[in-house]
């Protein structure tokens, strides 16, 4: 057997064209000990003599023919306007099982010399492309760990040897590579994009910078833009000039794309267009952050990142006894999500403070940015948001997705089924399994257009439809979203009107209110009035309460506690967690209360309490819905029995957080019991120095879930594990860096 299929190292490999590329391939072969020989191969005399002087090589050949006899392996990595004379050379000589590669930057072009010189491609023919490199060329800029963590593109063509293909992928892989298979033409189309223009317009740049004179002195003083712009101006120019001889038609697309784009933002400077300005720079700002987030594989809004996400960030807690110290949690994630909705369909600029910079809220700002809404910010929970009115919205670049957050899906498919346009909702795993019907059922009462997969969940497809009429909804879940959802659709209908069966929270209503639309509520009946235009106001973002709650039940299980929570929004639809701690006996007092536009806050002071265990109140469910995980983890230290009925709703949340929570309350050796609408847990009693065993929890990757078990820390005897817990950045980004503050021994560790 080969050593091609058997896996052990090549005998011989053979390197044609010893630059960057083919040394660092050399080096890497080496040093992994990939195979027992390489020959070198290579235009000029002093490359090879270089190559063999630095061990890059074991032999040189200056005969082609000659130097791929007995090869296991041939290496092309000349400049690629040489491929087809080269495999002219090398044909007649080539063993059945040789196997040749590529490493050229465009990969149609080599396909089709193959086909001229062989009639085919055959089948040990495996194209490739390493995306690494640098402007340095030559034998000796070749570095061993070169294509250490670089993507490796390979473009087998179809019939192509299975066996063949694994022997290449596993030399990059064995260099630290990681492979990806793909067509020609895909990977023609992505690096006109990614790499050929960028290498053109640096080129040009400098070209007609360094053409005139007086310019010259610019280079002189240049650093920052200049000199990163520019830096890739300093590549091979020959190999260069292959590559877009070779991938003309890619390049060209691209180029005109980018010439309009040019030629748009011209017209803006030339008008000092400041919208259309700030409306790129905006974008591609957010656009750069959120590439650089991708490549640096941290949780953010992509689906291509879920699965990273899945294996990051598990939080590991000590015990701990005591918590104390003053707090400003971030700002109220709903209404963050409310003041850009309503931000981007006003008239006029609309300036808000303390937006929350989590993932959730970052998603619905992402999504208006795409709708064409220019938004600056966030700096440091600052954001401008210049609306466009209620008919100004633009149809996206392709579909919206929403990452994690339920809140915008469900508002957004509201103000969506009104435009003059389609667009796709989509969003993460843990979303495309939350029930959509709730809001696609009355919207198509109204007479939207929207499908969903059949069992209602997203993606949500929605053909706009401008001319909506009034309903009047009784809604069968007490759901904020879906009240929101439609009251959004109204602005666009004649007379929409909302009963609820119990409040939800009512923070569409109020800032509907600050933006100047009148909104009227008679007891459990929300009614508005179609067509009011909306006049940009200032927004003041209050603590979030729902992030406050898990500070308040740290301060009240832990011994000899106190903590401050600053600013919180003590909106009355959203204090259930007040009077559940409360009549839990929690010790919270509510002080310095004032109104900040149109929403009631205070400072809250919680001290350590004995907890009893209580019937919670059904009433106050809605009032506390994003509250109970952490309101469970206070019951399991209150003493007696606690029993949640009526949330069934809880099942559908991020997680289901009944099942979730009982699971991780069993594991810690907290005796809970899952019903169909909540939970019974038997409460161990505040003077038990160990509620809690210690153990490892599952969060799903609910935020609020990962959060609550970091709180039972408090209380525990051994150390708690709480696994997949990147999700908190949607909500809380700085959770572990507040907790550390008021005393949680808490660390985040990337799995
Ligand atoms: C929210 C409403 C609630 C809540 C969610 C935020 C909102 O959802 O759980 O976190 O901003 O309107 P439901 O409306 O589904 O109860």
């Known amino acids: 057997m080969s050593a091609v299929a058997q896996g052990r190292p090549l005998s011989k490999v053979v390197i044609i064209g010893l630059g960057l590329i083919g040394s660092s391939f050399a080096r890497g072969l080496k040093k992994w000990q990939l195979c027992e020989q390489i020959v070198g191969c290579a235009r000029s005399s002093s490359t090879l003599e270089q190559g063999l002087a630095l061990g890059v090589v074991d032999a040189v050949e200056t005969d082609l023919g000659r130097a791929v006899q007995g090869a296991d392996l041939v290496f092309l990595s000349m400049p690629i306007g040489a491929t087809e004379k080269i495999l002219s050379s090398i044909a007649p000589h080539l063993g059945k099982n040789t196997i040749v590669t590529d490493a050229g930057s465009v990969k149609g072009c080599v396909v089709e010399a193959a086909k001229r010189v062989f009639g085919t491609v055959p089948e040990n023919f495996i194209p490739g492309h390493p995306i690494a490199g640098s402007e340095q060329s030559g034998v000796a800029a070749g570095k061993v760990d070169l294509f250490l963590h670089h993507k490796v593109i390979l473009t087998p063509v179809s019939g192509h040897c299975p066996k063949a293909v694994s022997k290449v992928s596993e030399l990059w892989e064995a ?34 910078l360094a053409k005139d004179d007086e310019n010259l002195e610019i280079f002189r003083y240049a650093a920052g833009g200049f000199r990163d712009f520019t830096r890739i101006a300093a590549s091979d120019p020959v190999m260069w000039h292959d590559i877009f001889l070779a991938n003309r038609a890619a390049t060209l697309e691209v180029l005109d794309q980018f010439t309009e784009g040019l030629a748009h933002i011209r017209a803006a400077v030339d008008t000092a267009n400041s919208q259309d300005m700030l409306g790129v720079f905006t974008r591609a700002q957010a656009a750069r952050e959120h590439f650089s987030t991708i490549l640096s594989q941290r949780a953010y809004l992509e689906s291509m990142s879920e699965s990273i996400k899945e294996k990051q960030a598990t939080f590991i807690l000590q015990p701990g006894e005591q918590v104390s110290g003053t707090l400003r949690v971030p700002g109220d994630k709903s209404i963050s999500h409310r003041s850009i909705i309503l931000g981007s369909i006003a008239e006029g600029e609309t300036d808000v403070e303390g937006f929350l910079e989590g993932e959730d809220a970052l998603a619905t700002l992402q999504a208006f940015r795409d709708l064409g809404v220019v938004i600056e910010g966030p700096h440091n929970g600052r954001v401008k948001v210049y609306g466009v009115g209620l008919k100004g919205l633009k149809v996206p670049p392709g579909d919206l997705y929403l990452g994690n957050s339920g809140t915008s899906m469900r508002l957004l498919a509201g103000l969506l089924s009104a435009q003059d346009f389609s667009v796709t909702l989509t969003g993460d795993k843990s979303l495309s399994k939350r029930p959509m019907g709730r809001v696609a059922d009355p919207l198509r009462e109204m007479g939207a257009h929207i499908t969903t997969e059949q069992d209602g969940s997203p993606p949500l497809a929605i053909k706009g439809n401008p001319c909506l009429f009034g309903i009047t909804y009784k809604m069968p879940v007490a759901s904020a979203q879906v009240k929101s959802c439609l009251l959004l659709a109204g602005l666009y209908s004649d007379s929409t009107t909302v009963v609820e069966p119990a409040p939800t929270r009512d923070h569409t209503e109020r800032m509907l209110r600050g933006f100047g639309v009148s909104v009227d509520q008679k007891g459990d009946t929300v009614t508005l009035q179609g067509g ?71 400072d809250l002071v919680v001290r350590s309490a004995d907890l009893k265990g209580i019937d919670i109140p059904e009433r106050l469910v809605p009032l506390a819905i994003d509250e109970f995980p952490v309101l ?98 949607t909500s809380f980004p700085s959770f572990v860096s507040q907790a550390q503050k008021v005393g949680l021994k808490i660390v985040a560790k990337d799995a």
């Not at 690096?191 to 007609?208: I, K, M, Q, R």
């Not at 007092?589 to 536009?597: L, M, T």
């Open 175 to 208: 260099m630290g590579a990681e492979v990806i298979l793909m067509h020609h033409d895909a990977h023609d189309k992505v690096l006109a994009a990614t790499s050929h223009l960028p290498h053109l317009l640096a080129y040009s740049l400098v070209d007609t």
């Open 632 to 729: 469970f983890i206070a019951a399991a230290c209150a003493q007696g029995v606690t029993r949640l009925t009526g949330a069934e709703e809880l099942r559908v949340k991020e997680s289901d957080r009944i099942q979730v929570m009982a699971d991780g309350l069993l594991a810690l050796g907290v005796d809970a019991e899952a019903t169909p609408d909540g939970i019974i847990i038997q409460g161990k009693g505040s003077d038990q120095a160990g509620v809690f065993s210690g153990g490892c929890v599952e969060s799903h990757g609910d935020h609020r879930i990962a959060m609550a078990f970091s709180v039972a820390s408090l209380r525990s005897r051994g150390e708690i594990q709480v696994a997949n817990c990147a999700n908190v950045a």
């Open 532 to 602: 009011q235009t909306l006049k940009a106001c200032s927004i003041d973002i209050p603590a979030d309460i729902s992030s406050a709650a898990f500070f308040m039940v740290a301060a009240s299980i832990a011994k000899d506690s106190e903590i401050l929570l600053e600013h919180v929004g003590i909106n009355p639809t959203r204090t259930g967690i007040i009077d559940i701690l409360r009549l839990m006996g929690a010790d919270i007092s509510v002080q310095n209360e004032k109104q900040v536009g149109g929403e009631p806050v205070a």
